[in-house]
């Protein structure tokens, strides 16, 4: 991915802020990796040669680190962080199809992150809504029971300002009253 204007400086200062708290061992690469995340919201590929020159290791080894544990992301965060949910709920129910039609949409592949840093894109696992399956996650919104046209939906709401579509709230909100009212009725006829 492409650096924006000064995010290489911003990059190399970090860094350099971080690694010169740790002696130049090996065993300190974790922390150090997770030390920049948390700085950066990534691991950029440049911060990967900044850490492997500073404890004088090959970049192949800190990218390996970096790819084995899925703490770490590669990709930054974009201004909307896309969350599809592939717990087995929502993956019987269309979790696949929500994901591909954001692929499609977006032009990206899960885990990465549009050009213009405005979406990214992940799976996640169960996040605890099953009754609204199929369920994506946009920031902190939960949103229900995602068709593909509501992807359309979700993604022009989130486009231009960034502001919180609250007609997709209304709506989450909305399946939530229609399955109380629905399981009260359930309820309702096995009493009766
Ligand atoms: S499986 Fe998706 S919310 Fe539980």
New binding site residues.
Partial sequence: MELLEGEREEIVSEVGNITEKYQPEREKLLPVLQEVQGRLGYLPVLAMEKIAEFLRIPTIDVYGMATFYNQFRLNPPGDHQIKV?M????YMVGGQIAMDSFERRLEIQEGETTPDRKFSLERVA?????TL?P?VVVDDIVEGHVTPTRVDGLLLAYDGEGRVPAESARQVEAGQQDEQQSEQEGEGEQHS
């Fill in positions: 949910c717990g087995t709920a929502c169960c996040v605890g809504c099953c399956a369920v």
